[in-house]
């Protein structure tokens, strides 16, 4: 155990009911439980959250940085995918 | 026993002296996780006994300020825990146990928690509205703590065979300090039939049956009935308490007075 660190594990934390959980960071932890003692240890000491979730950091599948002109570009010309490309009809209060 | 003897005790006195001692178990217990910022095995278990030994120090601070308006001699919660010796403090001898190596430390506070967090409960309907109410708020900081080192005792008891054993023989070594908790004196008895404090016996069957559980869940062997050690409650410490007094007083003792 010495020479081992325990695995990695990202903290998502729910700030409010309502809102969705939020990447808060990450620490280190030997199983799940201890992951979610140390989440709540380490980033809800100032009453920062309603709910935990961690999961570890080797389970999370992530978007390979050489392959994102790829997957994000494409998107970025499609002006008529944003909201703000269409005007909004005089009368219409909430949209 | 006397009950006799019971009822000759003033009863403000009782209760005074009934607060004064969960001051002293949570601060002398706070002083000692204290000592282990810059000292845990790993980073984030750092952060969790600074944690709780903050929270400790928050229930001392609440104890010894009511406890000083009860007395009622001008004394507050500095006074008590700064300028009292070693043989005025009324803590647990489990409390003031040196924190030795991580497995020592699991087993001391698992000991004391699982008995708190049942005192704490019984004292949430106690008839003392201020007690009730830092009873209240200070349960649902032990919980948490309890949740924590009962998941490291199974750890370590469940672990590997050198962590089995050797936490075997922290639960060994601090079994005879168990005993005091559940030895009631004239102070637990003024204070349950004035009060509806706790029932000794009730917490002590409580406790029993919740430690036999996680002990079980841990494969660790509870330690056979023994010769229980006494006297903290009285002011009859173990050699440890000196220094711990010695190193948390040195401020106010060498400066008397000094404030920042």
Not at chain 2, 164 to 193: I, K, N, Y
């Amino acid at each position: 155990m010495a020479d081992e660190t325990w695995p990695l594990y990202e903290v998502f934390i729910r700030t409010r009911s309502g809102l969705s959980h939020r990447h808060a960071g990450s620490v280190h932890a030997a199983d799940d439980q201890m992951a979610l003692d140390h989440a709540r240890d380490v980033y809800t000491r100032r009453n920062e959250g309603v709910s935990i979730w961690v999961v570890r950091s080797s389970e999370i599948v992530a978007s390979d940085p050489a392959e994102s002109a790829a997957f994000f570009d494409p998107a970025a010309d499609k002006i008529y995918r944003h909201p703000t490309f269409y005007e909004i009809p005089d009368g219409v209060e909430n949209l | 026993m006397a009950l006799r003897t019971f009822s000759a005790m003033d009863s403000n006195d009782a209760r005074f002296n009934y607060v004064l001692r969960l001051g002293d178990n949570a601060l002398v217990l706070g002083q000692r996780l204290s000592e282990l910022v810059t000292r845990a095995p790993e980073l984030e278990e750092e952060l969790a006994t600074a944690n709780f030994a903050l929270d400790y120090i928050g229930q001392a601070r609440l104890f010894y300020s009511y406890a000083g308006e009860l007395e009622a001699r001008g004394r507050g919660e500095d006074d008590f825990a700064y300028l009292r010796d070693e043989r005025e403090f009324r803590n647990l001898l489990l409390v003031e146990q040196p924190n030795g190596h991580f497995g020592d430390t699991i087993v001391r506070q698992f000991l004391f928690e699982s008995f708190y967090v049942l005192q704490l409960e019984a004292l949430t309907d106690c008839s003392d509205a201020r007690i009730a109410e830092v009873a209240a708020r200070a349960v649902k900081e032990i919980r948490y703590h309890l949740r924590h080192v009962s998941q490291w005792l199974v750890r370590l008891g469940d672990g590997t065979a050198e962590s089995h054993a050797r936490v075997q023989q922290s639960l060994d070594d601090q079994w005879r300090l168990t005993g005091e908790m559940f030895a009631g004196d004239e102070v637990d008895e003024t204070f349950r039939l004035n009060w509806n404090g706790p029932q000794l016996e009730q917490l002590e069957a409580d406790w029993s049956s919740r430690v036999d559980a996680v002990l079980a869940e841990a494969t660790l062997t509870r330690p056979p009935a023994q010769w229980m050690a006494g006297g903290g409650r009285q002011g009859r410490h173990s050699e440890h308490l000196g220094y711990l007094v010695a190193e948390m007083q040195f401020l106010q003792r060498a400066y008397p007075g000094a404030r920042w």
